[in-house]
C-alpha cells in the first residue's frame, strides 16, 4: 500500500494548530514541577484519562488549565520548540501557530516573554529543521471586544513578530460580529484575518465572519456544508478551510471519522485543508490525521495531492515563495 508512505512523506505546511494545544502531559508535569504551579491532576496517566471530550467547552477547561504551567520564555520556546520538531518529522515544510496571549497575561505572564518564547523557536526552526513558522495571535472569543483591543495594544510593539490575528475558544453564543470593530483595526494594521467558525456553530457565523470581519480563512467551517449557498461563496471566493478531522472526531462534531465531511468538502471544489489543532489532546499530529481520515473516508493519491496544494495556496507566505514550491 503506497498512499500512507505518500500521505506521510508529502511536503505540507500547517495552518491550524494552536501551540498551547500541544503541550504533551509529559511536558505540562515537567513545567509544573519547575514553576511550583499545582495542577489538579495526580500523574500522566491521570491527566491524560481526562482528555474524554464531550464537546468543545469540556475540552477548553482542560485545555486552559493545562496551559496554567506556562511562566517563562523558557517554557514558551521549549513548547514551541517541541511541536516544530514533530513538525518537521511530518514533512510540515511551513507552520502558522495559533496563540492565545490572553490565557496568560490573565495569569500576570507579560505579553513579550509569551511572544519572545514562541518567535525564537520559530526562528531557531527555519535555521536548524527547515521549516518555516509564523505566529497568529489569536483572541479568545469569550472575553469581550474590549478585552481583545487592550491585547492588541499590549501586542503592537512586537508588531513584526506576528502575521495575522484570529478568533478562537467557545464559539456558540460569542459569534464574530461581537469582534467586528477589533478585526477592522487589525485589517488597518496590515494584519492577516482569520476566524474559528462552523466548528460547532452555525452556517450563519461563516457568513459573518467573511462579511463582518473580513477574514481570509476559515478555521473548521465544516458546518457550511448545511448551506449550499454559503458553499457556493466559500468555492467562488476560494475562501480555504482548515479543517481539523481528528479534533472533529474527539470533540463529538461527527460521530465517527467515517462520517467527516472533508471528501464532500473537497468534491464541491473548496480550498479544505488538514490541520492537527490540538495535537497533545486530539491524538495526532499531521500526519496521524492525514492517515486515520484517508483510512476512514473513502480518499485516494488525488486527494491527498490537491490536500497538500491546498495547504500552499491557503498559506500567508509571500507570492513569490508560493511560486516556487509549485
Ligand atoms: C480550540 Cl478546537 C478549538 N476550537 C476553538 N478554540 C480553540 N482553542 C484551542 N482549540
Ligand atoms: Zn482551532
Request: hydrophobic residues 45%; glycine residues 6%; contains cysteine.
Amino acid at each position: 500500500e503506497r498512499l500512507p508512505a505518500l500521505l506521510a512523506a508529502m511536503p505540507k505546511a500547517e495552518l491550524h494548530i494552536h501551540i498551547e494545544g500541544s503541550l504533551e502531559p509529559e511536558l505540562i508535569f515537567a513545567m509544573a514541577r519547575r514553576n511550583g504551579v499545582s495542577i489538579p491532576y495526580a500523574s500522566v496517566e491521570d491527566l491524560r484519562r481526562a482528555y474524554a471530550f464531550s464537546n468543545l467547552q469540556s475540552f477548553l477547561d482542560i485545555y486552559y488549565a493545562g496551559a496554567s504551567v506556562l511562566i517563562t520564555e523558557q517554557d514558551f520556546f521549549d513548547m514551541a520548540w517541541a511541536y516544530l520538531e514533530k513538525a518537521a518529522a511530518d514533512h510540515v515544510v511551513h507552520a502558522e501557530i495559533f496563540f492565545d496571549p490572553q490565557t496568560h497575561t490573565a495569569r500576570g505572564v507579560a505579553m513579550d516573554t509569551v511572544i519572545r518564547g514562541l518567535h525564537r523557536a520559530c526562528t531557531q526552526a527555519q535555521a536548524t529543521l527547515g521549516v518555516s513558522a509564523s505566529l497568529i495571535l489569536c483572541f479568545l472569543r469569550h472575553l469581550s471586544e474590549e478585552e481583545a483591543f487592550q491585547t492588541l495594544e499590549q501586542a503592537l510593539p512586537l508588531r513584526d513578530l506576528f502575521i495575522g490575528v484570529g478568533l478562537d475558544s467557545s464559539e456558540v453564543g460569542h459569534p464574530p460580529e461581537k469582534f467586528a470593530r477589533v478585526f477592522a483595526r487589525c485589517r488597518e494594521l496590515g494584519l492577516h484575518l482569520v476566524a474559528h467558525a462552523g466548528e460547532e456553530g452555525p452556517p450563519a457565523y461563516v457568513w459573518t465572519a467573511l462579511d463582518l470581519l473580513r477574514v481570509e480563512r476559515i478555521d473548521h467551517g465544516v458546518q457550511s456544508t448545511r448551506d449550499p449557498a454559503l458553499m457556493a461563496r466559500l468555492a467562488k471566493d476560494r475562501i480555504p478551510l482548515t479543517v481539523c478531522p481528528l479534533s472533529n472526531l474527539k470533540l463529538c462534531v461527527f460521530p465517527r471519522l467515517a462520517d467527516h465531511n472533508l471528501g464532500a468538502l473537497l468534491d464541491a471544489g473548496l480550498v479544505a485543508t488538514v490541520n492537527s489543532d490540538d495535537p497533545a489532546y486530539f491524538g495526532g499530529y499531521m500526519n496521524d490525521n492525514f492517515l486515520q481520515t484517508f483510512q476512514a473516508v473513502n480518499l485516494h493519491a488525488a486527494q491527498a495531492w490537491q490536500l497538500a496544494a491546498n495547504s500552499f495556496e491557503a498559506s500567508f507566505v509571500d507570492a513569490p515563495l508560493k511560486r516556487a514550491w509549485r
